[in-house]
């Protein structure tokens, strides 16, 4: 859905200023900006300046010092540019640690190339790159570079730094627009602009000086609920003589609908061979089923971005025809597909990605990056993602799940949630029988069930070859030592349930010390239990999913073993979750019921002990030996 300009604009490392006769020394920066950072903005000046209803010139000037090659990807420039973003200016230098230039940079010093991803098939997207050869560090680069957009829709956020590990000396922040030119602004922690007027042309200027660099911890809540930030984005925008406007969410919408209108009109063949694909069931839902089983079989996905068509669907009779499309087309198809078998179904933008994507739903504007289909089902809503042809009818796993989507109607707009997998769907489930013979050998056979986000990690499995799939089963696995005698694999896509069976061998599983034998009685890997320790916590931290871990374990134990170890029960709990345990001892077998549920949430930065205390607490118990 972004044009590459968008997302060059919310990408920081884009570009910086050169400043001329300007010296920057490494050792002049000071000494609580190099504390935990492993670069330090020198100076940055970003302007975007609005020329008109269908015009804004973005401009960058950034100096920046890498202290060390922890950011050498950080020198890198990316200028994005097409047929509406028009490339205007470049220059640039590179400086020694002492401040003294080693090179300066010109236009010509540029890699000119497209932009065309390799799932790309119609691109107008280039790119002008340069990547400087580092020998030492410090070294500090410099780049000024200027593009001109001939539209006004844009959402533009900027972050006065927008990683961890660095530290600012000076950032910089002004939009200029007319007067007469209505412009949104949502302000995260940024302070107020300054603020002048001249020449019927408004200025907001924000400033901001020594930010010492944040220190990246573990389950750190995301960079943009920490830092500064200042979202823009017009009140009223003009693309390709399209008029929209960011007065409401469903004013937004009522734009998007006016993109996508009269696009679903289908071939009178298809339609008639959905209708016949259908006419056994009277079930809305089976219905459904079957013409998304046809949609995905009948096409593939590819990105879209020439023109307008960075946000204007292909119409559903293109997509029918050529069988490809990038998510606008495909789910503008699937919704044409549903609509021509009486299946409401409604074109849905939503930000994608795996992580913790916020929306403000208090700034009507463009933060969306993909589209999906959502179907208001009676009893439940199905939402559908169009651009895979292996997901399950009904399933979005990560990529979507648990955020804010706008449904388009002709109406406009409306926010709503995507599907919200809970513990209750984020389960693992073992049941595994287990067979020790007189010297302390094992052959096991384990079967495990995954479903909601964990269906997600793990169904790929089912499209490995055999010799494939075996690989990655010993990376999987955490024994010790062991061999793989036979797996098998059944993915049920009616339920979202991805089903492996895994017989192994484990040499010496039991281990003897004169006439004692012991052994583990947790088979398989504790699910991540040990989580990384922070001394002095300073941020906050966030538990992004809940999950639930079933296990039920049969040992076999050679027919008349005498077993020391009873049979007893373990449990406790904390605001991070809860454990269970429980050792059923009977004649010559032991069965072992083990439960690990984890919560999700936020929590503040005192309590990141008591977290590390629980997962420590549950890698103590999962130590539970059977001795006999």
Not at 149 to 167: A, K, V
Not at 284 to 305: D, G, N, P
Not at 448 to 460: K, N, P, Q, W
Request: charged share 20%; net charge neutral.
């Amino acid at each position: 859905m972004h044009r590459y300009l968008f997302v060059l604009l919310l990408l920081f490392f884009d570009g910086p200023l050169v400043h001329a006769q300007k010296q920057f020394a490494a050792d002049d920066i000071p000494a609580e900006l190099k504390a935990n950072a492993n670069s330090v903005i020198r100076d940055l000046k970003n302007t975007l300046e609005i020329n008109g209803d269908d015009q804004y010139t973005f401009k960058r000037e950034l100096t920046i010092t890498l202290l060390n090659d922890r950011a050498e990807d950080e020198a890198v420039l990316r200028i994005h540019y097409d047929k509406e973003t028009k490339f205007r200016s470049f220059e640039g230098a590179i400086y020694d640690k002492s401040g003294n230039i080693i090179k300066k940079l010109k236009e010509k010093d540029l890699d000119d190339m497209s932009n065309t991803s390799g799932s790309s098939l119609f691109d107008d997207n280039r790119m002008k790159a340069y990547r400087p050869i580092i020998s030492s560090y410090p070294i500090t680069v410099s780049y000024t570079w200027e593009v001109v957009t001939s539209n006004t829709f844009f959402t533009y956020t900027f972050y006065p730094y927008i990683s961890y590990n660095q530290g600012v000396e000076s950032a910089q922040f002004n939009v200029i627009a007319p007067e007469s030119f209505e412009v949104n602004i949502h302000n995260l922690r940024a302070g107020q602009p300054e603020t002048t007027t001249a020449k019927g042309r408004k200025s907001r200027k924000w400033t901001f000086t020594r930010l010492s660099a944040i220190a990246v911890e573990p389950f750190s809540l995301p960079v943009y609920e920490i830092i500064p930030a200042v979202i823009v984005a017009p009140k009223h925008f003009i693309y390709n003589a399209y008029k929209g406007s960011n007065t409401s969410w469903e004013a937004f919408g009522q734009w998007i609908y006016a993109l996508t209108a009269g696009r679903q009109t289908l071939p009178d063949a298809t339609v008639n061979q959905l209708k016949t694909l259908t006419a056994k069931t009277t079930s809305e839902i089976e219905k459904a089923r079957l013409v998304y089983a046809f949609m995905q079989s009948k096409t593939r996905y590819v990105s879209i971005q020439l023109g307008i068509g960075g946000y204007q669907p292909f119409d559903a009779e293109t997509v029918d025809r050529l069988g490809y499309g990038d998510c606008k087309a495909l789910t503008n198809y699937t919704q044409a597909l549903m609509e021509a078998v009486g299946i409401p179904a409604y074109y849905a933008l939503v930000n994608s990605g795996y992580g913790n994507y916020r929306l403000f739903d208090d700034f009507p504007s463009n933060q969306f990056n993909h589209v999906i289909l959502c179907l208001p089902m009676k009893g439940d809503t199905v939402w559908l993602e169009c651009t895979n042809q292996q997901i399950p009818f009904g399933f979005i796993g990560r990529f979507t799940n648990n955020r804010k989507a706008l449904l388009i109607s002709k109406e406009g707009g409306k926010l709503v949630c995507t599907t919200r997998y809970g513990k209750a769907e984020n389960v693992i489930r073992q049941v595994s029988e287990v067979h020790i013979d007189g010297d302390g050998h094992a052959v096991s056979t384990i079967r495990l069930a995954f479903s909601g986000l964990l269906y997600d990690d793990y169904y790929d499995l089912g499209l490995l070859s055999t010799a494939d799939l075996k690989r990655r089963l010993y990376k999987e696995f955490d024994f010790a030592n062991f061999d793989i005698v036979s797996q098998a694999v059944t993915n049920d896509p009616q339920v979202s349930v991805f089903d492996l069976q895994v017989e192994v061998k484990l040499p010496a599983y039991v281990s003897r010390t004169g006439q004692v034998n012991v052994m583990p009685l947790s088979l398989t890997s504790n699910y991540n239990a040990k989580k990384q320790k922070a001394r002095n916590r300073k941020q906050d931290f966030e538990l992004l999913n809940a999950y639930c871990y079933q296990d039920t374990i049969h040992y076999l134990l050679p027919e008349g073993t005498l077993i020391k170890t009873q049979s007893q029960h373990n449990s406790f709990e904390s605001p991070f979750g809860s454990y269970s345990s429980q050792v059923i001892v009977d004649e010559s077998s032991v069965t072992f019921i083990r439960k690990l549920e984890t919560n999700e949430g936020k929590f503040p930065a005192e309590a990141y002990e008591q977290f590390i205390a629980f997962y420590d607490k549950v890698a103590m118990a999962d130590k539970l030996q059977l001795i006999y």
